[in-house]
Nanobody, 119 residues
Framework: QVQLVESGGGLVQPGGSLRLSCAAS????????MGWYRQAPGKQRELVAT???????KYADSVKGRFAISRDNAKNMVYLQMDGLKVEDTAVYYC?????????????WGQGTQVTVSS
């Protein structure tokens, strides 16, 4: 059983900052990657940023230069520092964990944390 718990969401004004955290617990083994996705009302869930176990980050074009993903391998945690927030960043943000199995990968999701950017 794997559990992901996100924290750090909230209401912020345009141009502001937030830091999201995600803690993974349970049967954690062979982490392939951890990351963040988001889903705005009426839209599909989309990639925000991911980071591999080796520390290689990948970002959506829309957040490059504004968001930074990092992880603490010892604590099985991943963070998303969001600066220069825009109204269009408003969404529910989900933590994602991919474990590498012998035959297939296993993907887990958190419950989500709301980020609202509004004046």
């Amino acid at each position: 059983q794997v559990q992901l718990v996100e924290s750090g969401g909230g209401l912020v004004q345009p141009g502001g900052s937030l830091r999201l955290s995600c803690a993974a617990s349970g049967s954690i083994f062979n982490i392939n990657s951890m990351g963040w996705y988001r889903q705005a009302p009426g839209k599909q869930r989309e990639l925000v940023a991911t980071i591999t176990s080796a520390g290689r980050p990948k970002y959506a074009d829309s957040v490059k230069g504004r968001f930074a993903i990092s992880r603490d391998n010892a604590k099985n945690m991943v963070y998303l520092q969001m600066d220069g927030l825009k109204v269009e960043d408003t969404a529910v943000y989900y933590c994602d964990l991919v474990l590498r199995g012998d035959v297939m990968n296993y993907e887990y999701w958190g419950q989500g944390t709301q980020v609202t950017v509004s004046s």
